[in-house]
């Protein structure tokens, strides 16, 4: 497995922008990887997924035109630029790899690599 370390989080205001980084060590982060948010009491939701090389990604309805999934992948580091935020996404963001490449999956088992997730609030 690789190991992933979030960042970025933070409190905004609603309409405002934050960018999310994740860093990969361990085995190599050419494979597929997707960010997930989790709000209190509720379950785990997809939010973006991006293919190993970066060039196919697909988005949660909800975020679709607002946030946008990239990665470097000679950084090793996944990113996810969120715009116009709304307060009903505070949540714990979370950043996952997938155990190889293919077609880039939205349900949680897909992925077997996590990482401690960071904070996100968005105030009204």
């Known amino acids: 497995q690789v190991q992933l370390a979030e960042s970025g989080g933070g409190l905004v205001q609603a309409g405002d922008s934050l960018r999310l980084s994740c860093v990969a060590s361990?085995?190599?982060?050419?494979?597929?990887a997707a960010w997930f948010r989790q709000a209190p009491g509720r379950e785990r939701e997809f939010v973006a997924g991006?293919?190993?090389?970066?060039?196919?990604?697909n988005y949660a309805d909800s975020v679709k035109g607002r946030f946008t999934i990239s990665r470097d992948n000679a950084k090793n580091t996944l990113y996810l630029q969120m715009n116009n935020m709304k307060p009903e996404e505070t949540a714990m963001y979370y950043c996952?790899?997938?155990?190889?490449?293919?077609?880039?999956?939205?349900?949680?088992?897909?992925?077997?690599?996590w990482g401690q997730g960071t904070q996100v609030t968005v105030s009204a």
């Open positions: 996952a790899a997938a155990a190889g490449m293919g077609v880039v999956q939205t349900t949680d088992s897909s992925y077997g690599s």
């Open positions: 361990g085995r190599t982060f050419y494979r597929n």
């Open positions: 991006i293919g190993a090389g970066g060039l196919n990604s």
